[in-house]
């Protein structure tokens, strides 16, 4: 039985590295060598179903809360709660004013919006001085950050007797035509602003402009929109993690085997693999490959400060949906922005009233927006970026961050993102 399960893993890996091309994948025996699994191919002897173990560091003192750390560091911190009209309850997080200010209802707001596997603890892990919800309050902003269904701090629903299936059954079509507008309205009231800075990364700019396509309100009331990593359609994506979800993204069967049923829980035969394929000396020097966040978009030891990767693997990955996984994959096969393709005519009726998915449209995007973007990034290589920057119609920056190794998650938590990223946004947004 354990061989042939192993015959079995072999056959599939083959086929698909077979299918991707000699030039991207292949075993990196350098690398290997010093993988904590060694060479062995019987690390791969594991259950197929067996779940995603935690590899991150979750005691408390790396794993705190985001409003936790917000009062760690000083600063003013408030929770709120929203209910989406399909009964998905979201939190946010607030800091409504600098250290030793005051409430100020005539300061301007801006929405902090987290990628894929994230939440809002991405935009305060690294600290005061360092952190963008941080600096943008020392700027004098009302900062607010949301967390999108299915995340660490966004998994319950109004429904307590919800089965799993129905629950887990979204993706970023459901964030960004229910969960944004929830939560932008939410804020547009309590703070009584009918304007809004957006900063997005990763999802957060794909949900953003999707939900345009469903609430214009949204694009009318946004006075700047910055996008990091930002996307649409990825077909030239070089994630491995990815490419394996886009070669079975039919086999439904075999994606909820090996990647988890409702929630996305890849098996660890899986995570050892997609190691072996992009792990570097210093990625495992450093721990992270284990961890599947860092597999999707990538390492930089130029960005990456090491003292700081406990935190961060105390907080990712915070968690999505398999369907969600499977939409990327959509993307990369079909190269559209398009809706979740259901798998059949019957149950594309039922989503969509209509046998296919709907391809959403780029000329209501009216906002300015403004582009940073790595040379290095897995999840959205110069290409596709170079393809959203040219449909906007209102592009007002599209700027790529002056460091070749820079990647996707270096967004979040680069050493020098004040000086590449952050700082030449705020130095934008005061323009608009």
């Known amino acids: 039985m354990e061989f042939t399960t192993l015959i079995v893993k072999s056959v599939i890996l083959v086929n698909f590295l077979s299918s991707q091309g000699s030039s991207r994948y292949h075993v990196n025996v350098a690398v290997m060598e010093t993988h904590p699994m060694g060479n062995e191919i019987a690390a791969w002897d594991l259950e197929l179903q067996e779940p995603m173990k935690e590899r991150n560091v979750r005691d408390h003192e790396h794993s705190k809360p985001t409003d936790e750390m917000i009062i760690d560091a000083g600063y003013p911190s408030e929770t709120h709660t929203v209910v989406t009209d399909d009964g998905y309850i979201l939190t946010l997080h607030r800091i409504p004013h600098d250290v030793g200010g005051t409430y100020n209802r005539t300061r301007p707001v801006v929405f902090l919006q987290h990628g894929l596997l994230s939440s809002s603890a991405d935009w305060v892990v690294t600290g005061p001085g360092k952190a963008l919800a941080f600096l943008l309050s020392d700027q004098g902003y009302d900062v607010w950050m949301g967390n999108y269904r299915g995340n660490t701090y966004s998994n319950q629903h109004v429904n307590k007797d919800i089965d799993k299936k129905t629950y887990w059954a979204f993706t970023w079509d459901e964030m960004a035509e229910h969960d944004l507008p929830t939560m932008l309205s939410h804020m547009m009231e309590v703070t009584g602003q009918d304007t809004f800075y957006y900063i997005g990364h990763s999802m957060g700019t794909l949900t953003y402009y999707t939900a345009c396509n469903y609430h214009h309100w949204i694009q009318n009331a946004t006075r700047l929109m910055v996008g990091y990593g930002a996307h649409t359609a990825v077909p030239h994506i070089t994630s491995p993690v990815f ?114 998915p709907p391809t959403y449209k780029y000329d209501v995007i009216t906002a300015p927006v403004a582009l940073f973007w790595g040379e290095n990034d897995w999840l959205v290589v110069p290409e596709d970026e170079a393809a959203l920057a040219g449909k906007l119609p209102n592009l007002v920056l599209n700027q790529r961050v002056d460091e070749d190794a820079y990647t996707h998650l270096d967004f979040l938590w680069g050493m020098h993102n004040m000086e590449k990223v952050y700082g030449p946004t705020m130095e934008l947004m005061e323009k608009y």
């Open 243 to 356: 490419k394996l979800l886009a070669y079975f993204a039919k086999n439904l069967q075999w994606i909820s085997d090996n990647f988890g049923v409702n929630k996305f829980l890849p098996s660890n035969w899986l995570i050892q693999w997609w190691a072996s394929e992009v792990c570097t000396v210093e990625m495992i020097s450093q721990g992270v490959c284990g961890n599947i966040l860092f597999l999707v978009g990538g390492y930089n030891k130029n960005e990456m400060n090491n003292t700081m990767l406990p935190y961060l693997l105390g907080h990712v990955p915070a968690g999505t949906s398999v369907r969600n996984m499977l939409h990327y994959g959509q993307s990369v096969n079909t190269g559209a922005w398009a809706g979740y393709d259901c798998g059949s005519d019957q149950l594309n009726l039922r989503r969509w009233n209509s046998t296919r």
